[in-house]
C-alpha cells in the first residue's frame, strides 16, 4: 500500500523528503517479499560451500521519533539487518502462525486492490489457507479474518487475477 509513497535510494537519508507518516498511537507492520534472482537461486543449489550465513540482502528501517516525545522529539533512528540464507531456509509451515496470518492478511490485501502481485491468487484458495490458521490461533480476529476471505471467495468471479468490476471490466 506504500507503493505511492516510494522513496528512492538516493533520498533514503534525506530528511527533508516526505515519506509515508504514521499517525500518533498507531502502529505499523510492514511485510516484504523477497525474490531471489535466478542466478542467486542456481548458486545456492550448486554450491556446497554457500552457507546459512551467506548474506542475500540488508533490510534499512528509518524513523523520527514523534514531537510529543520531549526527550528523543525529531531525533531520527535508523536500525539494519542482513538478511542471510538460513532466514530463507524456514518453511511457511514453521513459521509462527500469527506471521502467516498476516501474510494471508496482506495477500486478501492485494487481492482486493488488484495488485499485479497477487495476480494468480485464488481468494477461495486464501480462505481455505485463512480457516486452518484461524482454527490453530487463539486471536478471535483470525475467525474474523477467515470469515471475511471467505466470503470474499463466494463473490469473486471464477479465476485468478484482478478483481472484475460490476461493468465486466478489469480495474
Known amino acids: 500500500g506504500y507503493e505511492n509513497r516510494d522513496v528512492a535510494d538516493r533520498d533514503f537519508r534525506n530528511d527533508a523528503v516526505d515519506a509515508g507518516e504514521v499517525g500518533a498511537g498507531h502502529a505499523v507492520t510492514a511485510l516484504y517479499e523477497l525474490k531471489l534472482s535466478d542466478d542467486v537461486t542456481a548458486a545456492m543449489a550448486k554450491s556446497r560451500t554457500w552457507g546459512a550465513g551467506a548474506e542475500l540482502a540488508t533490510v534499512r528501517v528509518r ?5 510529543h516525545d520531549v526527550e528523543s522529539a525529531g531525533r531520527v533512528t535508523e536500525i539494519s539487518r542482513a538478511v542471510t540464507a538460513a532466514d530463507l531456509r524456514r518453511d511457511d509451515a514453521q513459521a509462527p502462525v500469527a506471521y502467516r496470518l498476516q501474510s494471508v492478511a496482506a495477500e ?4 482486493l486492490r488488484g ?3 497477487a495476480r494468480e491468487s485464488r481468494p477461495a ?3 481455505a489457507r485463512a480457516e486452518i ?4 490461533s487463539d486471536d478471535p ?8 476471505i471467505r466470503r470474499a471467495a ?3 468471479p471464477d479465476g485468478v487475477g484482478q478483481a472484475v468490476t460490476e461493468e465486466g471490466s478489469d480495474r
Do not use: G, N, T, V
Open 63 to 67: 524513523w523520527e521519533a514523534p514531537a
Open 108 to 111: 486478501f490485501a492485494e487481492i
Open 115 to 117: 495488485s499485479y502481485w
Open 125 to 127: 484458495d486464501l480462505a
Open 133 to 136: 490458521l484461524a482454527a490453530m
Open 141 to 148: 480476529r483470525a475467525d474474523d479474518l477467515a470469515a471475511m
Open 154 to 156: 463466494e463473490l469473486w
